[in-house]
C-alpha cells in the first residue's frame, strides 16, 4: 500500500482532479491511457501520484485510445482494479472495444469528460460522445459537477466490480464545465475511500496459473444470442438493485445521497425538464426562481443513462403534463436521444403527456437561465393545452433564423 | 530465470504438447498449429496467451469450447499485441503488490497474429508496445494472405501472388507489391531479439524462441506459415513446401540481437532455384507463362540481393 495523502474535508476540485483522486483512492492496478483534451488532467494526475508514490501501480502509456482500452482489458482479464480516461475523438477510436470489454465482463472503469464529434472539430463538452457508447452494455453514470464526479466513481466501482454484476462502467462529467471548473468537493480519507470498494475480487483471472481460462471467444448463431441475451438481462434487471445498494451505502456512510433518477420539484410539477450533466444544476435554479412565481415547473436529472431507468422514470413523470427533453448532442436526423428513450417512457405511462424536445449547448454552448425560462413557459403552456403549442423540436441558442421542426 | 527445457528428438517435442490441443478446427496441412506446438512446447513455463482475429483465433476458441490449456485471451483483430502487454502490467503492478496467487511462477507473455493483424492493421499497436519495451513475444504466423476471410491480399503477400483482391488475369500477373520487411522494421524498434523462423526447421525454431523467451523485453519471431487453402499444394505437402521456401531463400533464416547484429542460422547445402519453390504452388502457376518470366527473373533476382544483403550484414557483425 502507498502513502496516504493528507486531504482537506472540503478540497477545492475541479472534475478532472475529483475523479483522478478517486482513482488514487481505490488503489487502481493499472491504468493505460492515451491523453485527451479536457480529460488529459485525469491521467496526468495519475501519473504524478505514481511519481510521488501515493500510488503503486502500472501506468502504461499507450499510442492510442483504442490501444488504451485493449490494454485494459488485457489487465483486466489478468485480474485487478482498471480504469481510464477519455472524451470525444478518443472514445469514438475506443468504441469497437468498449462493446469487446462488456462482451468479457470485465469491470473496467471509463472516466469521459463529455466533448462533441468532430467534424467541425470542437474542444468543448456537449454530449455527442457518450451516446456513441450507450448500447456497449456498459453502465453509464452521469455527474453534474465535480463532487458527482468524485462520489460516483466509489459507486460504479463497487457496482462494476460486483461478481454478480461483471461489466464495466463509465462516469461522465461535461467537459470543461465540469472538469476544469474547482468547486467544494468534500472528500474521505484514503481508508474510508478504499473500504467502500474493498479489495479487488479476481474472477477467471488469467493471472492465475492453476487455473487457465480462455477469454474472448468466437460464438456463431448458436450461442451469441445467449450471451448477449444474458449480458442485457444482467444490466435490466440485476444492475438497478446493485445500483440502489451502493447508493444507500454510500449515503449511509457520507450523507451524500444520489438517485438514479434524480427529482427535484416535480411531486405536484405540471412541467418538467428532463435533462443531463450541468444542465441539471441550472434547471435547478431556474424551477426554484419560478416556484417562487407560483408555477408549477420541476426538473428530472438522469444520473443512469444505462441501463435505461424506464421503471424509476415512468413514476418520477406520474401526474406531469408536459415534458421538455433536453438533449446536448446533435441528433443528427432524429430527435434527441432522451426525447426518443422518453418517448418510449412516456408511451407506456397510462397518462396523456405532451414530449417535446429541445437541443441545446452544442460544442459547448452556454445553456442560460434566460432559455430555460423560455423553455418552460413553453412547457407550462403545452401543460394547459394538453397538446403541442409549439414546435415538437426546437434548437436552443443558434444564431441566424430560429431552426425548429414540426 | 527458469531453466531451459531439453528437448531430446523431434518425436518426444512433438508429443509434448500438453497446451495446444489437436482438437481444433485448423485446415488439415495448416502451419499453425505446427508453428503454435512449436512455440509452447520449447518451455515448461507458465503462459499467458493472446492471439489477435484470424485462422487460429476463430478455430481454436469456438464457444463452449477451447484448444488451449493456458490462460488465452483474444480482443480483436488489431490488439492481440496491446492484450498481452495489458497483463503484463498487471502481472508486475500485482507482483510489486504481493497479490500474485503464484508468487513464485514466472509466466511468459505470447500474442500471435496472423500477417493481416501483424503487417497491416495491428502494425500501430506491436509499435507501441515495442517501443515501450513490454516484456513479451509476438509471433507472426505468416502466410502472406487474408486467408480467413478469403485470400486478400496483405502487405505481406509476395510479388506475383495471385490472391481473390490481387487476382492473376489476362492482362495482371497478380500482386505488384513486394513484400513488406517486418524483420528490418521490427529491428529499428531496438527490440532486443527478432527472429525469423520456419516451422520445418524446428531445432532453429525451438532454439530462438528459448532465447526470445530468456530476453527481457519485446521479442518478435516471424515464423512462415504454409497455407494449403490459399497457396494451393496438398495438405500433406507442408513441410515439402516450408523446406523449398527455406532451400531456395525465399524464406531465411537469421535473428537480428539488440536492433543491429544479424546472424543467418540456416545456410542451404544446395541452394535451389526459386522457381523450384514457386512451380509448387497454385498461387504462382500463371507466372510460368511465357509473357510473365519478367516477374520469376524479377523474383530470383530479388532474393539473390536480400540474401547478398544479409551476408554482409552478418559479415559486417554490427
Known sequence: ?406 | MSEMKKIKNLKEFSTSADRFEGANLLCPGCAHSIIVREVLNATNDDLILAASTGCLEVCTAVYPYTSWDASWIHIGFENGSTAVAGAEAMYKALKRKGRLKQPDREPKFVAFGGDGASYDIGFQWISGCFERGHNMMYVVLDNEVYANTGGQRSSSTPIGASTTTAPAGRVSYGEKMHKKNMMQIMAAHGSPYVAQVAPNKWKDMVKKIQTGFATEGPVFINAMSACTTEWKFLPEDTIAISDLATDSLVFPLYEIIGGTKLNITYRPKNVIPVKDYLGAQGRFKHLFKPENKHVLDEWQARVDRDWEYLQRREEASV
Request: charged residues 20%; negative net charge; proline residues 4%.
Open chain 1, 1 to 406: 500500500m502507498a502513502d496516504k495523502m493528507e486531504l482537506r474535508d472540503v478540497e477545492v476540485w475541479d472534475g478532472n482532479m475529483a475523479a483522478s483522486q478517486a482513482l488514487r483512492q481505490v488503489q487502481i492496478d493499472v491504468v493505460a491511457a492515451y491523453p485527451i483534451t479536457p480529460s488529459t488532467p485525469i491521467v496526468e494526475n495519475y501519473g504524478n501520484y505514481l511519481a510521488n508514490g501515493y500510488i503503486d501501480g502500472e501506468f502504461v502509456m499507450v499510442e492510442s485510445e483504442h490501444a488504451a482500452m485493449s490494454g485494459c482489458i488485457g489487465a483486466a482479464a489478468a485480474g485487478g482494479r482498471v480504469a481510464t480516461a477519455t472524451s470525444s475523438q478518443g472514445f469514438a477510436l475506443m468504441v469497437e472495444t468498449l462493446y469487446q470489454a462488456s462482451g468479457m465482463r470485465l469491470p473496467i472503469i471509463l472516466n469521459v469528460v463529455n466533448r462533441a464529434l468532430a467534424a467541425p472539430l470542437n474542444v468543448n463538452g456537449d454530449h455527442s460522445d457518450m451516446y456513441l457508447g450507450r448500447d456497449s452494455g456498459w453502465i453509464q453514470f452521469d455527474a453534474y459537477n465535480p463532487q458527482h464526479a468524485y462520489d460516483l466513481n466509489f459507486i460504479a466501482f463497487r457496482v462494476a466490480e460486483d461478481h454478480e454484476i461483471r461489466l464495466p462502467a463509465m462516469v461522465h462529467q461535461d467537459g470543461f464545465l465540469t472538469s476544469h471548473t474547482a468547486q467544494g468537493v468534500k472528500t474521505m480519507d484514503d481508508d474510508t475511500a478504499y473500504n467502500f470498494v474493498g479489495e479487488f475480487k479476481p474472477m477467471n483471472d488469467m493471472l492465475d496459473l492453476d487455473h487457465p481460462v480462455t477469454h474472448g471467444v468466437q460464438t456463431e448463431e448458436d450461442w451469441h444470442f445467449e450471451h448477449k441475451a444474458r449480458q442485457h438481462n444482467d444490466l435490466m434487471t440485476k444492475v438497478f438493485p446493485k445500483i440502489e445498494a451502493a447508493f444507500d451505502a454510500f449515503e449511509k456512510m457520507t450523507g451524500r445521497r444520489y438517485n438514479i433518477v434524480e427529482t427535484y420539484k416535480t411531486e405536484d410539477a405540471d412541467a418538467v425538464v428532463v435533462c443531463m450533466g450541468t444542465s441539471v444544476e441550472t434547471a435547478y435554479e431556474v424551477a426554484d426562481e419560478l416556484r417562487a412565481d407560483g408555477k408549477k415547473v420541476g426538473v428530472i436529472g438522469i444520473r443512469v443513462v444505462r441501463p435505461w431507468p424506464h421503471a424509476q422514470i415512468a413514476e418520477a413523470l406520474k401526474g406531469i403534463k408536459a415534458i421538455g427533453a433536453l438533449d446536448r448532442s446533435s441528433p443528427n436526423g432524429t430527435f434527441g436521444m432522451l426525447y426518443n428513450e422518453l418517448a418510449g417512457t412516456v408511451v407506456n405511462s397510462g397518462e396523456v403527456k405532451v414530449l417535446t424536445n429541445y437541443v441545446y449547448g452544442l460544442g459547448g454552448r452556454d445553456l442560460t437561465k434566460v432559455h430555460l425560462r423560455e423553455i418552460y413557459a413553453e412547457l407550462l403552456a403545452n401543460a394547459e393545452a394538453g397538446k403541442p403549442t409549439t414546435p415538437l423540436q426546437q434548437l436552443i441558442g443558434v444564431r441566424g433564423p430560429k431552426i425548429s421542426f414540426h
